[in-house]
């Protein structure tokens, strides 16, 4: 939601074409222990060690197709990542919840989740085993150090409980979801241009003729 807010930002049409938004985007002060640097550190040199060069000194094919068989992976990997948690926080009906003047939001961290967070296909079994439980969103939301195979069961609960004290709890199927995350996305670029428009009539500068 930050990210989208700051892509949206009437003050950074820049951004719509820029590769680095990222960079841009949250940037602040931030202060980690070496030791964290240094798993980081290891774990991205160990993974492109087991992931990359392991098999093109081991693998009896061309590299060329290890090194495009690893790009394909990972390409593949962050798309299917992509929409598997697009479709739970960024579609028509979520909500975005912002602070008070004093950096308060009022609701329990638990009901911020059952707001937040919605779930798609969770009656699925299918949809469950290709995303790892991820379409059980919430529980593994209010839940991260459940094994995915349990979600299913706390989904149930989850659902009884929301009902038995009038909390949200939204679910969808994965098509339907995506689907309003695209219609989501067509109503906020329309009204990025209106906004746009508005703001450049409102502060445009008389023509001067030379």
């Not at 909390?167 to 009204?191: C, G, I, M, P, T």
Request: aromatic share 14%; net charge neutral; charged share 20%.
């Amino acid at each position: 939601p930050a990210d989208a807010a700051g892509r949206r930002h009437l003050r950074r049409a820049r951004d719509d074409c820029d590769l680095l938004q990222h960079v841009h985007l949250g940037r602040r002060e931030a202060h980690h222990a070496p030791v964290h640097w240094f798993f980081l550190i290891f774990s991205k040199l160990f993974y492109f060690f087991y992931m990359l060069f392991v098999p093109l000194y081991f693998a009896p094919v061309p590299a060329w197709q290890v090194v495009a068989g690893f790009f394909c992976m990972q390409i593949g990997s962050g798309v299917v990542a992509m929409f598997a948690l697009l479709a739970n926080h960024v579609v028509e009906d979520s909500l975005f919840v912002v602070p008070d003047e004093n950096g308060f939001i009022p609701c329990s961290w638990g009901e911020h989740q059952l707001r937040t967070t919605d779930d798609y296909s969770p009656d699925s079994r299918i949809i469950s085993f290709l995303f790892s439980g991820l379409n059980h969103h919430v529980a593994h939301h209010l839940f991260p150090k459940y094994c995915h195979v349990h979600y299913p069961a706390i989904t149930k609960i989850l659902r009884t409980t929301a009902r038995e004290f009038n909390l949200r709890y939204r679910h969808n199927d994965l098509v339907s979801a995506l689907a309003s995350h695209f219609r989501l996305l067509k109503q906020l670029s329309e009204k990025q241009k209106q906004s746009l428009s508005t703001t450049n009539d409102f502060h445009h500068e008389p023509e001067h003729h030379f």
